[in-house]
């Protein structure tokens, strides 16, 4: 079976502060992939990255890294110089197809960064 | 978001009532599945499809129905409707295929009082 968690459930930061999401996975099969999303207050949800089980490079994209770990099986998200647009909820998400049939989502943490 | 169409996009319904939540892709995906998003639980799969005809439940089929009768539409059935079910629903539309990302609807709200 698979599992996502994201312990944090809430999280502010002071704007411009550096802010890590945490997201832990579980699974038993070798090839997965692993996901984030946004949803901001309008309530759509916004596909961030996407990354497969072989390749576990960071990947910068602006103020945006990710940390794959498979020896803590651990996909973090690190947002710098946080902005009030960053404020949302993130959810990390496991799956076992690249194009995402059946996700597994974490319960997600709320960002609110504050001006 | 590009291709996929939820449709209503709120809705109050009474215990007991039926209704459908449409989804529609014209992006001719194989994959299409449903979600529903209550507050500290993040989505849960509810019933997935991997191409037309065939459907699959997920971790929270209870009380929903779907079908896939053709590649574009995946409709989800609340056959009799309960206040458990209030909740926010999402349909996502994937590529077999193609290396792309999958794609969410803008999300069904609803309350069912």
């Known amino acids: 079976a698979q599992k996502v968690t994201q312990a944090q459930t809430e999280i502010s930061v002071v704007e411009k502060e550096d802010v890590t999401l945490d997201c832990v996975y579980e699974?038993?099969?070798?090839?997965?992939?692993l996901f984030w999303y946004k949803q901001p207050p309008s309530g759509e949800l916004v596909f961030l990255i996407r990354?497969?089980?072989?390749?576990?490079q960071n990947e910068i994209s602006g103020r945006y890294s990710w940390n794959f770990q498979k020896s803590t099986s651990s996909f973090n998200f690190t947002i710098t110089a946080s902005q009030v647009v960053d404020s949302a909820v993130y959810f990390c998400?496991?799956?076992?197809?690249?194009?995402?049939?059946?996700?597994?989502f974490g319960t997600g943490t709320s960002l609110t960064v504050i001006p | 978001n590009a291709g996929v169409t939820q449709t209503p996009k709120f809705q109050v319904l009474k215990t007991g009532q039926s209704m459908t939540l449409q989804c529609a892709q014209d992006?001719?995906?194989?994959?299409m599945s449903w979600y529903r998003q209550d507050p500290g639980m993040g989505l849960r799969l509810i019933h997935y499809?991997?191409?037309?005809?065939?459907?699959d439940q997920g971790e929270v089929p209870n009380g929903y129905n779907v079908s896939r009768s053709t590649t574009e539409d995946f409709p989800l059935r609340l056959l009799s409707a309960a206040p458990s079910q209030t909740s926010v629903y999402f349909c996502?539309?994937?590529?077999?295929?193609?290396?792309?990302?999958?794609?969410f609807g803008q999300g069904t709200r609803l309350t069912v009082v």
């Open positions: 992006m001719n995906h194989e994959y």
């Open positions: 499809s991997v191409g037309a005809g065939i459907t």
């Open positions: 998400a496991l799956s076992l197809t690249n194009t995402g049939n059946q996700f597994y």
């Open positions: 990354r497969n089980s072989f390749d576990e």
């Open positions: 996502l539309s994937g590529s077999r295929t193609l290396n792309t990302e999958a794609f």
């Open positions: 699974t038993r099969d070798t090839t997965y992939y």
